[in-house]
């Protein structure tokens, strides 16, 4: 399976983004069976995870620095998982990479990012104050 990033833009603080997490090489039943994490890494950071979403059972995860801005949603018909980023802050400029794998959405699988087989080239966030 690969993965593409896309929506990534400059905004002002306050603003909205929605990021697009496409995967190819895989049929509908398929798909179902992945999850989509989204993670993201800032200047001199390490990268870190923010959401997730299994396709299999509708769980999500959120980092605790994200939730109630954030939403994760898919669309299994399209092959790909939307991260909708409301009241952005400067704090979340990042880039912005999802991830795939056949693995539960759990805080554990979220903190292992080694486990997560397949990335994109990611996707750049940044809001201006």
């Known amino acids: 399976v690969q993965v593409v990033e896309s929506g990534g833009d400059l905004v002002l603080a306050g603003g909205s983004l929605r990021l697009s997490c496409a995967a190819s090489?895989?049929?509908?039943?398929?798909?179902?069976?992945?999850?989509i994490g989204w993670f993201r890494q800032a200047p001199g950071k390490e990268r870190e995870a923010v959401s997730g979403i299994s396709n299999s059972d509708g769980s999500t995860y959120y980092a605790d620095s994200v939730k109630g801005r954030f939403t994760i949603s898919s669309d299994n018909a399209k092959n790909t998982v939307y991260l909708q980023m409301n009241s952005l802050k400067p704090e979340d400029t990042a880039v912005y990479y999802c991830?795939?794998?056949?693995?539960?959405?759990?805080?554990?699988?979220?903190?292992?990012?080694?486990?997560?087989?397949?990335w994109g080239q990611g996707t750049q966030v940044t809001v201006s104050s």
């Open positions: 991830a795939a794998d056949r693995v539960p959405i759990t805080m554990a699988t979220m903190r292992r990012q080694g486990i997560w087989g397949s």
């Open positions: 090489g895989l049929t509908f039943a398929t798909f179902s069976e992945y999850a």
